[in-house]
């Protein structure tokens, strides 16, 4: 299996791939494809016909192989079409949050030096602050394109035919920032200048199969997109290998607790894979009891038991996962009970949880621990290293490297007999050091 959008659309061209729940949808403009449709569903096909139409339309402006194309938005089904468009353009997809402000957005604009800026009209302030020759909004790259509002109406892609330009060696397909307001301690934070990452089309897609089979995620699988498409989560942790599997993605602008109830109680929701603070709003709002829906929930990292208890009380079990800018998704928690070689109960997986483990390395992820310059044997604690097919092929700091290469993740874990991993700044934070 590949990551090709066109080969989803020519096996599983009805299938929804993704649903806009987005309660501000009433509000606006439809997306520009669908303006005369009153709908929010979209199918691999229709997706993928996107997908063509952009390429169209960047051809138009000149956006060739080896350019990078950079994307300021909030999560819309067209970052996603956009992404697949740099995919066949052989350009490097690189999204930036629209959480940044007007006085650092041009800070990483500078660093990637991108051949075009796409931008979300609602960005007023930012799209201005934009001083860049080629910024377009989504609106300008659709009103290029000659075509039909239907987009069902376009033909589906012939596999044999419609190949993906070649990237020049050495250009990633994907590049991403830390995410401003990520977590609890840094929201409102500027972004680091130098945590960009790239990661090649191969890296990409090794995040894509092992997250996929590490959850066992399939076309029955919906889940709702919690975190912002340009963050590396949001991206390489959930909304691609959602994809990539053939699930359906429930896709809301910005996190909203409410609407993302309201989108688990209407679409038959499967699971849920968000931070803490996500899964911790969701637990609190008043409409908590539309999570008892879920048959499982994946946070990044241990959390209060008591956010924990509110999910287990409505029959979910919580996993725990680990991740860094260079390697989203090291680390995680078996769902729904089994685990790796040795099988592990539901009830030793619920206890190691508890007790704060993010539990072991996705097998496309090698990590060790390293200690007064040394690697940690066995039982031990340490920073913690990451390497391998799915890690970052470069970075613009000291994040990422080659794949062969080991990378710092800056972060300290102890691991026990069983080989499972406790992030160690975290445990005390959530209570959950036995």
């Known amino acids: 299996m590949t990551l090709s959008l066109d080969a989803r659309a ?21 997306e520009t494809v669908d303006r005369d449709r009153d709908r929010d569903r979209y199918s691999y096909a229709e997706l993928a016909a996107i997908a063509d139409r952009f390429v169209a339309s960047l051809s138009e402006h000149g956006i060739d192989a ?19 468009a740099c995919r066949r353009l052989g350009t490097t997809f690189a999204p930036l949050s629209h959480r940044l402000t007007p006085k650092t957005v041009s800070r990483p604009l500078e ?17 201005r602050a934009v001083q860049h020759a080629k910024t377009v909004t989504f609106d300008d790259l659709s009103a290029e394109i000659d075509t039909d509002d239907d987009p069902s109406s376009s033909v589906v892609p012939d596999l044999e035919t419609d190949l993906e330009s070649p990237a020049p060696d050495g250009t990633p397909l994907v590049t991403l920032h830390g995410d401003p307001g990520g977590t609890d301690s840094d929201r409102g934070a500027d972004p680091e200048p130098d945590a960009a990452v790239g990661f090649s089309a191969d890296a990409t897609e090794a995040n894509c199969r092992t997250v996929a089979a590490t959850w066992g995620l399939g076309r029955t ?44 109680r209407r679409e038959p929701v499967t699971g849920l894979v968000g931070r803490r603070a996500e899964l911790r709003d969701l637990a609190a709002n008043d409409d908590a009891d539309a999570l008892e829906t879920l048959e499982w929930a994946v946070s990044d990292g241990p959390i209060e038991s008591e956010v924990r208890n509110t999910y287990l ?11 860094c800018p260079a390697c989203p998704t090291a680390l995680a928690q ?6 790796g070689s040795e099988g592990e109960g539901e009830s030793a997986v619920e206890t190691a949880t508890e007790n704060g483990s993010v539990g072991y390395p996705l097998f496309d992820c090698r990590v060790r621990l390293v200690a007064d310059g040394s690697v940690v044997e066995g039982v031990g604690e340490g920073r913690l290293e990451v390497a391998g097919p799915m890690v970052a ?42």
């Open 221 to 264: 699988d919906c889940t709702p997109l919690v975190l912002p498409l340009s963050a590396p989560d949001g991206l390489l942790r959930v909304a691609l290998p959602t994809l990539y599997a053939g699930g359906t993605l429930l896709l809301d602008r910005a996190f909203d607790p409410g609407d993302t109830l309201e989108a688990i």
């Open 66 to 84: 080896g350019d990078t194309v950079c994307v300021i938005s909030r999560n819309r089904v067209r970052v996603l079409a956009l992404f697949f």
């Open 393 to 434: 092929d470069g970075s613009d700091g000291d994040s990422g490297g080659a794949a062969d290469d080991w990378i710092d993740t800056d972060d300290r874990f102890r691991r026990d007999e069983d080989g499972r991993y406790y992030p160690v700044d975290l445990e005390d934070e959530a209570g959950n050091n036995p």
């Open 334 to 339: 078996p769902i729904g009970g089994v685990s």
């Open 111 to 127: 660093r990637l030096e991108p051949a075009v800026v796409v931008t979300e009209s609602a960005q007023r302030d930012l799209t």
């Open 10 to 30: 020519a096996h599983w061209g009805d299938r929804t791939a993704v649903v806009d729940v987005s309660e501000a949808r009433r509000d606006e403009e439809a």
């Open 313 to 323: 009380e409505r029959g979910v079990p919580v996993s725990g996962t680990y991740g």
